[in-house]
């Protein structure tokens, strides 16, 4: 596992797909080879097809089976650098600034990559729980095209509820976004319940579809607020997220359709909840890639 993140280690590290394919098998299986389908440890290996043959099933293998990367054919040394550009750029990266970066001809080819690697993020970020002192509100991200409309109710924008865990109600420790259907108790309780543990305090402004919160096994400290100032005493992290959050979105991908924003706003909660691993970083989305259910190109297109 390395240490540093600079460009010239990485590019050393990983400057064939060959060393990309042995560091794969170590994240796929740390410890010694499982077959996937009887869980047996010994194998042949077939080195022309990259295939691993339990000796117990005979079932083959290969290591990119069931992740990202299965039947890609984009070298894997491009995928390496694609989710090393993604998960250090703090406010995310464009598909077409990755192609030009990754010298790959063809837009789709990067932007399928580049979804299965923000899947990935969202998907293992949807596993965290919040608890405890939390910050709450409601707002819309999203929208193709520029309508210059804002706030609640902004066509073309989705609802999505915002929460930070502010442990010493001093400085955030995790983030979530979740994009809801509408804005109603019903379906905010759903995502709540979901995300956020029974028994956790949720300070939030005043608006009515919080209302249920006390009863449904959470403290609650609603406030009215009518002025800047007081929206930002009381819930100060919450806002500065999500205005950053809107900036990078706008300044990166420019608009974002209601159909792929969750994975979007899952990129940037994952990056944010591993702010203090930046070591790390690499190798865990690499494992998130190889560990999480992948989605493919037409259930992107849906
Ligand atoms: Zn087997």
Redesign the pocket.
Same mark, same amino acid.
């Given at each position: 596992m390395y240490k540093s993140i600079d460009f010239f280690r990485f590019q050393e590290m990983f400057s064939s797909d060959h060393k990309c394919w042995n560091y794969l098998v170590k994240r796929r299986w740390p410890v010694e080879f499982q $077959?996937p389908?009887?869980?047996?440890n010994r194998y042949y290996f077939h080195p022309q097809r990259a295939l691993f043959e339990?000796k117990? $099933?005979r079932?083959q293998s290969s290591v990119t089976a069931n992740t990202i990367f299965h039947k890609t054919r984009t070298p894997l040394k491009k995928w390496f650098w694609a989710i090393y550009l993604m998960v250090h750029q703090k406010n995310g990266i464009s598909t077409l600034q990755l192609q030009k970066y990754l010298g790959i001809k063809t837009y789709k080819t990067v932007w399928v990559m580049v979804h299965k690697i923000r899947q990935a993020m969202a998907a293992r970020d949807s596993t965290y729980q919040l608890c405890g002192l939390i910050e709450l509100d409601e707002s819309y991200f999203g929208g193709k095209g520029h309508t210059g409309k804002r706030g609640r109710g902004s066509e073309n924008k989705s609802p999505v509820l915002v929460a930070v865990e502010v442990p010493d109600n001093k400085r955030p420790k995790f983030a979530w976004f979740g994009q809801v259907p509408n804005l109603e108790s019903e379906q905010i309780e759903k995502a709540l319940k979901k995300k956020i543990k029974d028994l956790s305090i949720l300070k939030t402004d005043a608006y009515k579809s919080f209302l249920f919160i006390p009863q449904k096994g959470y403290y609650h400290y609603p406030k009215v607020m009518s002025d800047n100032q007081k929206i930002a005493d009381h819930l100060p992290w919450v806002h500065i997220l999500i205005g950053n959050v809107k900036n990078a979105i706008r300044a990166t991908f420019h608009g974002v359709s209601a159909k792929h924003l969750s994975r979007y706003l899952g990129e940037y909660s994952y990056r944010f909840n591993r702010r203090f691993f930046e070591p790390q970083l690499f190798d865990r989305l690499l494992n998130a890639c190889v560990l999480t259910q992948t989605i493919t190109f037409s259930e992107l297109r849906q």
């Open positions: $077959c389908h009887c869980g047996h339990c117990a $099933c079932y």
